[in-house]
């Protein structure tokens, strides 16, 4: 193992596996969606600390991850756990291969998407980060996953940028999903929440920076959801957009 993926996994397992307070914190946020028994996807599960939390609610979990370093941890971990399944692919519009870029120190910022890389290289908040290799990797499909594990009660993605090609990749609702958005890339979060709103009429709500807690008190229709974006508090660089069926 190279010296700068070591000390990049290094890193992950600091901030994602042994940071006991945030993984209450997930329990307590992914409790509003799931119930013990559902199946959820995990896409760009990483090291797994979104899977450890909604396996800890009773949850089967689907676990997504392409990069090959996280996929070892994963499978060191949960390879015997029935209640897991790794796919070691990731996700986009239509099926094929693609050119991961990948960062071995940071790992939590390797993309599929050259345009958010590029960007994200540019601004301060990333003025630390270098992608220096690239990996081949599978893609699949929201839908493929479906056919293969049966409809989620809810789906995570994080996939740094490429959020808006895996729900291209979906074309039935999944009661509950979120994804990462950028203050800085506006664009694709309104992207994003159009291609939501083709799949159902979602209702949104929203967690900023690593709080995971929702900050909203009501839900909203993705049409005004989208103004409220345009008045994200000062200092919000990123966060996690939450969208679910309407309740009958």
Request: glycine share 6%.
């Amino acid at each position: 193992m190279k010296i700068a993926s070591a000390l990049g996994l290094a890193r992950s397992v600091l901030h994602y596996r042994l940071n006991l307070p945030k993984q209450y914190r997930l329990r307590r946020l992914y409790s509003q969606f799931v119930r013990p028994g559902d199946l959820a996807f995990d896409v760009g599960a990483h090291l797994g600390d979104r899977t450890w939390a909604l396996r800890a609610l009773g949850c089967r979990v689907v676990a997504v991850e392409p990069q090959p370093l996280p996929v070892r941890f994963l499978e060191w971990l949960y390879s015997a756990a029935s209640d897991v399944a790794l796919e070691s692919c990731a996700l986009g519009a239509g099926p094929g291969t693609a050119e991961l870029l990948v960062s071995s120190r940071h790992p939590t910022v390797s993309s599929l998407s050259a345009s958010w890389v590029e960007q994200a290289s540019a601004s301060d908040e990333f003025r630390t980060v270098t992608w220096d290799r690239q990996v081949p990797v599978r893609i699949d499909t929201l839908d493929g996953l479906i056919a293969r594990h049966g409809l989620p009660a809810f789906c995570k993605i994080d996939v740094e940028g490429f959020e808006r090609d895996v729900l291209r990749g979906l074309s039935q609702p999944i009661p509950a999903l979120s994804f990462e958005f950028l203050t800085a890339r506006h664009d694709l979060t309104l992207e994003c929440l159009a291609e939501a709103a083709r799949i159902a009429p979602y209702r949104c709500n929203i967690a900023y920076g690593e709080s995971l807690r929702l900050a909203l008190p009501d839900w909203r229709d993705i049409g005004d959801f989208q103004a409220l974006l345009r008045a994200v508090p000062a200092g919000i660089a990123s966060g996690d957009i939450y969208l679910q069926l309407p309740r009958t």
